[in-house]
C-alpha cells in the first residue's frame, strides 16, 4: 500500500531537508556504477552457485541491490573504524572493506569458528578484521579508536543484540545500518526502539534495511523509500 509513495519519495520528490535529498538521490538511489560492483556480484553469484536455495535462507546471503547499497553508504561516510553485529556470509564485511585500504573492521560474532563459509570470504581481509565474543568489548574499542578519527564511524547489524549498545552507537553519532527487518521481528523492534530515541537525525529505508545518521544538526526525519 505504500508502493507510491516509497517510490515518489525514492526520487527526491516532497523531500525538503537538502542533505536527505542530497543523500536519497547520490546514495540511496544512485544508479550510477561504482568500481567494486563487479567483484561483489561476483563473490555474490560464487556463494550463491555453490550453495542450496535452503542454505542460502539459513546463512543470511545479502541480495546484490543491498550489497551495492551497502558500498555506497560506506563510501559516502568513508569511515575508518566499522562495526559489524553477525558475521552472515563475510560479504557485507569484505563490501565495506572495500571501501578503503585504511579501514577496520571490529566483528562481533560469538562463534565465528562454526561459520567456515564467512571465514574463508574473509580470508583475504583477516589482517584487518578484530574479531570479538563479547559486544561491550567490541564497542568500547571502537569508540576508543573512532573518537580520535574526524571521519564518522559506521556500524553495521545483522542480527539482534542488547538495544543499550546500540544507544550508546547513536549517542557516538554512529552511522548505523540495519538489516533483516522484514525477516526478523526482534530487528524490526530494535529499529523502532531507536527511531524513538533518537533525538535528532534522519533514517532512510524499506521494510528490509534501514539506514539512521543521528546527527544532530539533522532534523528529525522517517524516510521510507524504494530501493
Given at each position: 500500500?505504500?508502493?507510491?509513495?516509497?517510490?515518489?519519495?525514492?526520487?527526491?520528490?516532497?523531500?525538503?531537508?537538502?542533505?536527505?535529498?542530497?543523500?536519497?538521490?547520490?546514495?540511496?538511489?544512485?544508479?550510477?556504477?561504482?568500481?567494486?560492483?563487479?567483484?561483489?556480484?561476483?563473490?555474490?553469484?560464487?556463494v550463491r552457485t555453490s550453495t542450496t536455495r535452503q542454505q542460502r535462507r539459513m546463512m543470511d546471503l545479502i541480495s546484490k541491490?543491498?550489497?551495492?547499497?551497502?558500498?555506497?553508504?560506506?563510501?559516502?561516510?568513508?569511515?575508518?573504524?566499522?562495526?559489524?553485529?553477525?558475521?552472515?556470509?563475510?560479504?557485507?564485511?569484505?563490501?565495506?572493506?572495500?571501501?578503503?585500504?585504511?579501514?577496520?573492521?571490529?566483528?562481533?560474532?560469538?562463534?565465528?569458528?562454526?561459520?567456515?563459509?564467512?571465514?574463508?570470504?574473509?580470508?583475504?581481509?583477516?589482517?584487518?578484521?578484530?574479531?570479538?565474543?563479547?559486544?561491550?568489548?567490541?564497542?568500547?574499542?571502537?569508540?576508543?579508536?573512532?573518537?580520535?578519527?574526524?571521519?564518522?564511524?559506521?556500524?553495521?547489524?545483522?542480527?539482534?543484540f542488547d538495544e543499550t549498545m546500540l544507544k550508546r552507537l547513536i549517542e557516538a553519532r554512529c552511522i548505523v545500518v540495519m538489516?533483516?527487518?522484514?525477516?526478523?521481528?526482534?530487528?524490526?523492534?530494535?529499529?523502532?526502539?531507536?527511531?524513538?530515541?533518537?533525538?535528532?537525525?534522519?533514517?532512510?529505508?524499506?521494510?528490509?534495511?534501514?539506514?539512521?545518521?543521528?546527527?544532530?544538526?539533522l532534523q528529525r526525519e522517517d524516510f521510507l523509500l524504494w530501493l
Amino acid at each position: 500500500m505504500t508502493a507510491w509513495s516509497r517510490h515518489h519519495r525514492s526520487g527526491g520528490f516532497g523531500i525538503h531537508s537538502p542533505y536527505a535529498y542530497r543523500f536519497v538521490r547520490n546514495v540511496w538511489r544512485q544508479r550510477l556504477p561504482y568500481y567494486a560492483y563487479s567483484g561483489i556480484h561476483q563473490l555474490i553469484d560464487t556463494v550463491r552457485t555453490s550453495t542450496t536455495r535452503q542454505q542460502r535462507r539459513m546463512m543470511d546471503l545479502i541480495s546484490k541491490p543491498e550489497a551495492r547499497l551497502l558500498f555506497r553508504v560506506t563510501n559516502f561516510f568513508n569511515p575508518r573504524h566499522i562495526l559489524q553485529v553477525g558475521a552472515a556470509t563475510g560479504i557485507e564485511s569484505v563490501t565495506m572493506l572495500e571501501v578503503s585500504h585504511e579501514s577496520r573492521l571490529y566483528l562481533y560474532e560469538p562463534n565465528i569458528e562454526q561459520n567456515a563459509l564467512a571465514v574463508r570470504v574473509l580470508q583475504s581481509q583477516l589482517d584487518r578484521v578484530e574479531c570479538y565474543d563479547d559486544i561491550r568489548v567490541a564497542i568500547d574499542e571502537l569508540l576508543e579508536a573512532g573518537n580520535d578519527d574526524e571521519a564518522p564511524m559506521l556500524a553495521l547489524v545483522n542480527t539482534p543484540f542488547d538495544e543499550t549498545m546500540l544507544k550508546r552507537l547513536i549517542e557516538a553519532r554512529c552511522i548505523v545500518v540495519m538489516r533483516n527487518l522484514k525477516r526478523d521481528e526482534a530487528m524490526q523492534a530494535l529499529f523502532d526502539t531507536c527511531c524513538q530515541y533518537m533525538p535528532m537525525g534522519q533514517t532512510y529505508g524499506n521494510d528490509k534495511i534501514a539506514i539512521l545518521n543521528p546527527n544532530p544538526k539533522l532534523q528529525r526525519e522517517d524516510f521510507l523509500l524504494w530501493l
